[in-house]
């Protein structure tokens, strides 16, 4: 068999055909688990529950393969089963390229008419797993005989794998970051059409579906064309203001919506700050650690890499360095020029004492040299596991590593009012390194009552001094009252709070079962 190889039926395949078979096979595969993490990186966005994403994503998909293999049994052709194997490969095919253009798309339309996410969600994938299962038994029959269906099966196999890895690596690496979800969507489709049609070409037994395809590639090409700027009007409706600014980054969405004088930020639909009142939240979150050290000179600041603590920060005349460690850089590219938050932060991260790390907190704090008089931690609430380790013992005892002798750490703990087992929690954990902690809150319209934590090594004594500045929201009588936590934002005293581990990551269940999941 050195230059053709048999397969069912009797009827034989040359090299070429094989070879195409298989790279259809790996390039599908490839599609098809680009498709399915789109579908989990959407639903996260849309839906905020990334864990339930994930786990409803791939579970629906693992069973749907397997349903679709079991499907593939009844292909059978009677007289001419290489055809009719070969005729439904081929289906599969055509079948997947509108999935991949309209699935991320019908997400977002089902997401803004308020309609059930979850649902479309499962239907999507199913369908998608339905077809990558059949696809592996199809293609396995096609290349058998009973003398090397092993050969057949372990080749099959080994590029399906491989085809899937690829996928795997290339959507968060380079088609999310480059491209964007629907983008990638409108690539993706043609994809399946392209191998529909080297199919076509060099199986004669498959020429009668040229027709189709010529039907299609005009369609392709003009939902591929629309796609984009329908998901972009979809997605504007999910904002109150216009739209100025969108961009999909390796980790998350951005969007700068503004109305007159109201600049607003989401990260993955969420509102980071709203410039009408995000003086008292970035004012709060810094002043009082810089006030109560008695002379700041290194500070860290972790997350905030839209510039606007930096901002504040850079208030103080004492201050010779501030490192930022941000995760995403495109997000400090945006910070640094777009016109409006540049304008906003006042150019912040293009002072001279401010040096600028990309990468994970949680890995990079182990490797900055010296040590820091105030470490100020603005990260996103913590509604997921992955965020949920920035706040956990493991993490903040790394900090302590990087704190000075009389160093002042200061962490955003969230909403007291809304969710106050997240403050309670972040307390505990900070008590777990032996860490005195004062709580605090301040009103912030956009979101209500948010929450502080401070804390620092046992012993200190802590005067505030003096503020170097007048601030719009805080002054030194504000400082001087600010530890005073009301009653209502603490949690009853009967409810039992655990410290935030990376091996039991409480403080995601205590943000997500808030007092407004439950209205």
């Given amino acids: 068999m050195s230059t053709t190889e048999q397969c069912a039926g009797g009827s034989t395949l040359t090299p070429l055909q094989v070879r195409v078979l298989l790279a259809t096979a790996a390039l599908s595969s490839s599609v098809g688990l680009v498709l399915e993490l789109m579908l989990v990186t959407q639903a996260s966005y849309l839906l905020g529950d990334a864990a339930l994403a994930t786990g ?72 998608v797993g339905v077809l990558g299962g059949m696809e592996v038994p199809l293609l396995t029959r096609l290349l058998e005989t009973q003398q090397h269906l092993r050969k057949a099966l372990a080749r099959v196999l080994a590029l399906d794998y491989f085809g899937a890895l690829v996928g795997s690596l290339l959507f968060p690496l380079l088609l999310l970051p480059w491209f964007g ?33 010529t039907i299609a590639w005009p369609l392709a090409a003009l939902g591929a064309s629309l796609v984009v700027p ?67 000179r290194r500070v860290l600041v972790l997350g905030a890499g839209d510039g606007l603590a930096v901002r504040e920060v850079l208030r103080w005349p004492s201050i010779t360095r501030i490192d930022l460690v941000e995760l995403d850089g495109e997000m400090l590219r945006l910070a640094r020029r777009h016109p409006l938050l540049r304008r906003l932060n006042g150019g912040s991260l293009d002072n001279p004492r401010v040096h600028l790390h ?28 992955p965020l949920a380790r920035l706040y956990s013992v493991t993490f903040y005892g790394r900090l302590l590593g990087r704190l000075a002798p009389d160093g002042l750490l200061v962490t955003q703990a969230s909403t007291p009012f809304f969710a106050p087992k997240v403050m309670a929690s972040i307390r505990a954990t900070l008590a777990e390194l032996h860490l005195q ?8 319209p956009s979101f209500g009552p948010w929450g502080f934590v401070l804390a620092h090594r046992p012993g200190l004594s802590l005067n505030a001094r003096a503020l170097p500045f007048r601030g719009r929201w805080i002054d030194d009588a ?33 943000q997500r079962q808030g007092i407004w999941r439950q209205n």
């Fill in 56 to 127: 409803v994503v791939i579970g629906s998909f693992l069973a749907a393969m397997g349903l679709g293999a079991w499907l593939s049994q009844f292909i059978t052709g009677g007289a001419q089963p290489q055809q009719a194997l070969l005729r439904s490969f081929l289906l599969v095919e055509l079948c997947l390229a509108p999935l991949c253009l309209l699935a991320p798309l019908a997400l977002f339309a089902l997401f803004s008419a308020d309609g059930p996410v979850w649902l479309g969600l499962v239907v999507f994938t199913l369908l």
């Fill in 181 to 213: 979800l629907l983008p990638t969507a409108a690539l993706l489709a043609l994809i399946p059409l392209a191998n529909s049609a080297l199919i076509c070409w060099l199986f004669p037994v498959c020429r009668r579906w040229r027709w189709p395809l």
């Fill in 230 to 296: 329908l998901g972009d009007r979809i997605e504007d409706s999910l904002y109150d203001d216009p739209v100025v600014g969108r961009q999909q980054t390796r980790h998350q969405r951005i969007v700068l919506t503004r109305r007159s004088n109201d600049l607003r930020l989401f990260l993955d639909g969420n509102l980071q700050f709203s410039s009408l009142d995000e003086y008292r939240y970035h004012e709060a979150l810094v002043h009082p650690a810089l006030a109560l050290h008695p002379r700041p």
């Fill in 358 to 385: 990309v990468g994970d907190a949680f890995q990079l704090v182990r490797h900055l040299e010296g040590r820091f008089d105030v470490v100020i931690a603005d990260f996103p609430d913590p509604a997921t596991a």
């Fill in 437 to 444: 902690n004062r709580p605090y809150s301040v009103d912030v």
């Fill in 478 to 510: 504000q400082l001087q009252r600010l530890f005073s936590l009301p009653r209502d934002l603490q949690p009853p005293a009967n409810q039992t709070v655990l410290p935030n581990r990376l091996s039991r990551p409480v403080l995601a269940d205590y």
